[in-house]
């Protein structure tokens, strides 16, 4: 067991209300690791589930009234908690999901940046005032909380998916609750109990693990008194999720799944290429919705790029999260792994070439080598799907028009990375990738103050910067007769 600081921050119930709920029926945490339970939490229900949404419907009455700037202060001191509590709250996320420790504690750093943006960012949200036109009339609109929020995360960043969903929803006076996943509960109630140190009053942030995801689900997409509905996770989930919203007509926001390009021109810095390409195919085990998926190099740099590709991977440490060093952690579950399985038997059998890697590791388990493939072509799984995992998957083409039609031939349209020392060919390829997300010449993007979001099948709706707390409120027109008389 890895030691805490502050072991107040392990919690094994729900929070509900302000209360810390037991159940009957218990869930219990593995550590993808070594797949031993680390701790056993409440088996929150449909109930429980039900009891949350009154309970946030119920505070939203005051919250609503508090004001932004009061609301902002809040927020403040719980962003200021989880910044004490990085270590802590880092080494819970690595015991629970696997991430490498310093990643862990990266995406921390990034989960509170949400809660500090969103607290200023809340008193800077304007209604209009129309030129009327009428002499008798004035004409305004208002923003007002859309109410209760209903929030699903997944558990690849346990985190930083709920802290970009409640940041903005409290700092816009919503109340919020939460289904984390199963599988990563411990993070999301350690943020409760921070939450609670802040401030941040009874009921307005509920948390409700559970196994009955689709009855927490069902509570959360149909109950009439949730006025949003925000998922993140795959895509097939998240259409299933918009058709249950679709009874109650709910205002719906989705992050979804991506088959993220990455396409290096012959006139790229191939050595900063190169070290982008690995940071986002395999951060947090290439389990990342943003990760590198098909890695697109024009002839004339194939082989030097994948050699050179091929030395840096084989540089990366594969081990348990909290060993020094480690870089590629165990992947989630065993149905990840069989998944990398399958998709390296399609692609084989189909004519692509292992150059590195392509098995489980030797540390048994979860763990999975990570592998580079080259000769891959469109009619493999691991071109058309999102791989989740650590393949490299190598294709080359030969011109800048081809490339962006082979880009977009997807349904998916979250990221895209390209690389390029042309500054017009920056531009034109920028505006030609149908992605919420292209970023040249390199492969770092996140954060708080810009929208990170999909296009087609990826998703609806922003989150992050001025565009991620739009959604948690509606507009009112107000319409003012009988002012001239
Ligand atoms: P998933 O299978 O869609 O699950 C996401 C969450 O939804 C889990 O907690 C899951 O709980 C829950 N869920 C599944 N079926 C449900 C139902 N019928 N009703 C209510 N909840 C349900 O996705 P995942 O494999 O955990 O996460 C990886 C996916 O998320 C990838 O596709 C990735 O690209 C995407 N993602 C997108 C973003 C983004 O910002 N666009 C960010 C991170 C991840 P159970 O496990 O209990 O079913």
């Known amino acids: ?7 107040n921050l392990i919690k094994s119930a729900n929070f509900i209300d302000g209360e810390w709920v037991s159940g009957t029926r218990t869930l219990a945490v593995l550590n993808p690791a070594n797949s031993e339970t680390i701790a056993t939490v409440a088996d929150g229900t449909r109930q429980d589930a039900e009891r949350a949404v009154e ?13 932004a700037k009061e609301r902002g202060a809040i927020l403040r001191r719980w962003h200021d908690l989880i910044l004490e509590n990085a270590e802590d709250l880092g080494a819970l996320m690595t015991w629970e999901q696997g991430k490498p420790l310093a990643e862990a504690i990266g995406e921390i750093n990034y989960g509170a940046s949400f809660i500090e ?30 109410g209760v929020v209903g929030a699903i995360t997944p558990w690849n960043f346990p985190t930083a998916m709920i802290t970009r969903k409640a940041a903005p929803a409290l700092a816009a006076g919503c109340t919020i609750v939460i ?16 939450a609670q140190r802040a401030g941040i009053p009874t009921g307005v942030l509920n948390v409700v693990a559970g196994s009955d995801s689709q009855g927490i689900g069902e509570v959360l997409t149909q109950h009439s008194k949730v006025g949003k509905f925000t998922f993140t ?12 919203c679709a009874s109650s007509v709910k205002k719906v926001s989705l992050e979804l799944g991506g088959n993220a390009p990455f396409i290096v021109f012959d006139d790229a810095d191939l050595d900063e290429a190169v070290t982008h390409c690995v940071a986002t195919k395999f951060r947090n085990c290439g389990q ?68 590195l890697g392509g098995s489980r590791h030797e540390l048994g388990g979860l763990f999975f080598q990570p592998t580079l493939m080259d000769s891959v072509s469109d009619d493999m799984e691991l071109v058309s799907s ?10 080359s083409f030969s011109s800048e028009g081809e490339v962006i039609s082979k880009a977009n031939a997807t349904d998916s349209g979250l990221a895209a990375y390209f690389f390029s020392r042309d500054v017009g060919r920056v531009m034109r390829v920028a505006e030609a990738l149908e992605y919420g997300i292209v970023c040249s010449n390199s ?15 990826s998703g609806i709706g922003s989150e992050g910067g001025k565009e991620g707390i739009v959604d948690f409120f509606e507009t009112k027109f107000h319409s003012m007769g009988g002012i001239d008389r």
């Open 117 to 146: 943006f969103y607290a200023e960012e809340g008193k800077r949200v304007y209604g209009d005032t129309i030129p009327t036109i009428s002499p008798e009339r004035r004409l305004q609109t208002y923003k007002q909380p859309v």
């Open 288 to 355: 990342t919705c943003v990760c590198t998926n098909r890695i697109y190099v024009q002839e004339a740099i194939a082989e030097n790029f994948t050699a050179r590709l091929r030395e840096a991977i084989a540089t990366m440490k594969v081990a348990d999260g909290f060993e020094d060093g480690a870089v590629i952690g165990p992947m989630i579950n065993e149905q990840a792994v069989s998944k990398m399985e399958r998709l390296l038997a399609d692609a084989t059998a189909k004519g692509a070439q292992v150059l």
């Open 233 to 244: 996770g795959s895509t097939a989930v998240g259409k299933l999720l918009m058709r249950q």
């Open 1 to 7: 067991m890895p030691s805490f600081r502050d072991s």
């Open 55 to 67: 309970a946030a419907h119920r505070s939203f009455a005051s919250w609503k009234k508090v004001t």
């Open 179 to 194: 289904k984390p996943d199963p599988g990563t509960p411990l993070s999301a109630l350690a943020l409760c109990e921070l």
């Open 386 to 395: 999102e791989i989740f995992g650590p393949i490299a998957a190598v294709q």
């Open 443 to 457: 492969g770092v993007f996140s954060t708080d103050v810009a929208p990170f979001g999909g296009w087609k099948q």
